[in-house]
């Protein structure tokens, strides 16, 4: 198949670092200022579309992008099927348990019947049922951090990069949950069917990934 | 102009269900086309046809696909109390009649079916709640042959279809685990790999493996799933330093099924992937998947389940496919071959000529030719393709323009044309009258 591959990257947080690497790893040219004109670009072979993060799994379960560059956060909430190929090590965050800074929560002492708030109910359901504590979990969808000031729950399940919001909001970190960093996922039938030219996208991004952060 | 809602009465219920789809005239009759096409296929092959429940009890169902697709059931009480599901798949539905009605065989039984299956998926995803499946099972052998004829035959259908030149991608169902099962591992970790490669996740492999005494050979194998592709000369060299006698077990396999699909003419199409991930649980061989090229979806799966009938109290092999009608109808108009609709031809009449008209219509339709009649008397100059004038004479509308011709010209020159291909459409296809 001589056409080149539809990327869906990430518009947000994960925008500049996933541009980044894109050039980096030579795949194309790009910078965020790219997209300010249209959210469709075209460079070289390959088009490269700017969705919001949560829509780049539907974007390639779907097969409107052959694959896509995405946090693993936006992973653990979709329920959708596509290949995850490659940790590309850049959009780091953290999936933690935090509680008010008084709160006996910091202690080790839970109440009993915990309430959480979170973005994350999956992600949420997951760590509960493997620490074996039975939350009560409140769906929320922004501006988790008010909700313990406000009573709404005892904790929050949410995600952090470098502390500061938890800090801000006088929130503290009880327990670790999950961590997420950008990754490379694939439509199932690209994987087949454009083998070499994903490969070549796997392997180029993989290579870059390397060269900045040898393990 | 009357607003819409006006029309029907503001309150009239006019809602669908989400995922759910109205096929109007043209993409139904495509549908239809479509699915006769594999009908006709399947029994050329000598496949008997099957027609089970669109319901079954959540235990029967439940014999067949994992917990994750059970999740995904349209499930409801009976009024005995006892648990029912729409059924998501039809293979089970087939297992469940060899097993009781058909358990005498004659083996190997060849049997298809063609029916809806509902997935209760979530709304505003984009998916597809009810599906169009078309499928075949070859039960009772555990023959090879009969593998590579279920791919050729799965193949050959969406040839009748239209949809030529697919790829076919050929794994095995024994290879992951096989490599795993050899690679002295916990049980713990093995459940991780295997959890995290149906998961098709290479980052979690990846992870699972770092802590464990994996050998190179397969840890590199499993590392690199996804690209573990190719002809047949992949096999030998995932082969080499290879000790696991399942995984080398399946490779050889997979080389004779290469040989045979390329009996079947095939050779072409086929892509081998020792990386090919399905439901372990049920896939116990070789396993396939058809792709289109231009869709984000396999077109057909297919597979060996050696334990399925088992389940069911018949211990007996088995190997099927499934295509899924409404992916090749998707991919028949991104290849701009669903354009064509059902044709037919309108057949007017001048006044005082209805019961001619009517005799002409009866004797198109017997000829084949699909007609339509206008249920009033036309002027001369009306827009239908045949008018009838009397005394056996009919103006025929054809693309060098309005001819009279007796009604046997008529009928004796037009050629059938059957769904979808317009012949009507374009009218130099079957016109009538130029000498």
């Known amino acids: 198949m001589s056409r080149g591959l539809c990327i869906a990257v990430p518009n947000g947080v994960l925008l500049e670092g996933t541009c980044a690497l894109l ?11 790219s997209f300010d004109a249209a959210l469709l670009v075209e460079d070289g072979a390959n088009r490269l579309v700017k969705v919001r993060p949560t829509d780049v799994p539907v974007y390639v379960e779907m ?23 490659a940790d590309l090590r850049f959009g780091e965050c953290r999936l933690v348990l935090a509680a008010p800074e008084r709160s006996p929560m910091g202690m080790g002492d839970w109440p009993p019947a915990l309430r959480v708030a979170t973005k994350y109910p999956r992600a949420a359901r997951a760590f509960f049922d493997r620490i074996g504590v039975a939350a009560e979990l409140i769906k929320l969808h922004g501006s988790v951090e008010l909700a313990p000031a406000t009573g709404l729950a005892d904790a929050i399940l949410d995600i952090t990069a470098t502390g500061g919001t938890l800090r801000a909001n006088r929130l503290v970190e009880v327990a670790e949950a999950d961590r997420s ?3 490379l996922i694939v439509n199932q039938a690209s994987l087949k069917t454009r083998f070499e030219a994903v490969n070549e996208v796997a392997t180029a991004l993989r290579r870059a990934v390397e060269e900045r952060a040898p393990v | 102009m009357q607003d819409a809602s006006t029309v029907a009465g503001a309150g009239a219920p006019r809602g669908r269900a989400g995922g759910f789809t109205d096929w109007l005239p043209g993409a139904a009759e495509r549908r239809r086309a479509v699915g006769d096409a594999f009908l006709d296929t399947f029994g050329a092959w000598g496949y008997g046809l099957v027609s089970t429940p669109l319901i079954e009890p959540v235990d029967t169902v439940a014999a067949g696909v994992g917990g994750a697709s059970q999740t995904r059931l349209f499930r409801f009480m009976d009024a005995d109390g006892s648990l ?24 190997p039984l060849r049997l298809c079916y063609l029916g809806p299956v509902l997935r209760n998926a979530a709304l505003l995803g984009g998916r597809r709640r009810e599906l169009l499946q078309a499928g075949c099972e070859l039960i009772g052998t555990p023959e090879l042959a009969a593998d590579a004829e279920c791919v050729a035959l799965a193949a050959e259908a969406l040839g009748r279809a239209g949809l030529d030149g697919v790829q076919i991608d050929v ?12 690679a002295e591992v916990d049980d ?21 493996l770092a802590a464990t005494p994996v050998g190179n050979a397969e840890r590199s194998l499993l590392l690199r799933f996804p690209a573990l592709r190719g002809g047949r000369e992949i096999l030998e060299a ?36 020792l990386g090919a991930v399905r439901d372990w649980e049920y896939y116990t061989g070789p396993t396939f998947e058809l792709f289109s090229g231009d869709l984000g979806f396999p077109l057909g799966t297919g597979g060996r389940y050696d334990t399925l009938l088992g389940r069911f109290g018949l211990a007996t092999p088995a190997t099927g496919f499934v295509l899924h009608l409404d992916r090749c109808c998707d991919a028949l108009a991104r290849r701009g071959l669903a354009s064509g609709g059902f ?25 084949g030719l699909p007609a339509r009649r206008e249920l009033r008397a036309c002027a001369e100059d009306a827009d239908v393709d045949v008018l009838v004038r009397g005394a056996g004479r009919v103006v025929w509308k054809g693309a060098g323009g309005r001819r009279e011709v007796s009604i046997d010209d008529l009928l004796s020159q037009l050629t059938v044309g059957g769904y979808g291909n317009g012949v009507f459409g374009t009218r130099d296809a079957a016109d009538v009258g130029a000498q």
């Not at chain 2, 794994?171 to 050899?182: M, Q």
């Not at chain 2, 290879?242 to 390329?262: C, H, I, K, M, Y």
């Not at chain 2, 007017?348 to 198109?364: D, K, S, Y």
């Open chain 1, 23 to 33: 050039r980096r790893a030579g795949i194309a040219g790009l910078t965020p200022q």
């Open chain 2, 171 to 182: 794994g095995h169902a024994d290879f992951l685990p096989g490599l795993l099962e050899s």
């Open chain 2, 84 to 107: 029912l599901a729409l059924v998501g798949e039809r293979t089970v539905s087939v297992a469940r009649v060899v097993a009781t009605q058909l358990r005498d065989g004659p083996f």
């Open chain 2, 188 to 208: 713990a970790t093995r459940e991780r790999v295997l959890a995290a490669l149906s998961g098709r996740d290479l980052v979690a492999v990846e992870a699972a």
């Open chain 2, 238 to 273: 995932a082969a080499q330093d290879l000790r696991a006698p399942r995984a080398l077990r399946a490779l050889e396999q997979l080389g004779d099924l290469w040989d045979l699909l390329g009996a079947h003419g095939f050779a072409g199409a086929v892509h081998l992937d």
């Open chain 1, 181 to 183: 960093t950008a990754r």
């Open chain 2, 343 to 367: 044709s037919v031809l309108v057949v007017g009449h001048v006044a005082g000529e209805a019961a001619a008209a009517i005799a002409l219509a009866t004797r198109l339709r017997r000829a």
């Open chain 1, 63 to 85: 097969g409107a992008a052959d694959c896509g560059i995405v946090g693993k956060d936006m992973l653990w909430e979709s329920h959708r099927d596509t290949y995850e190929l």
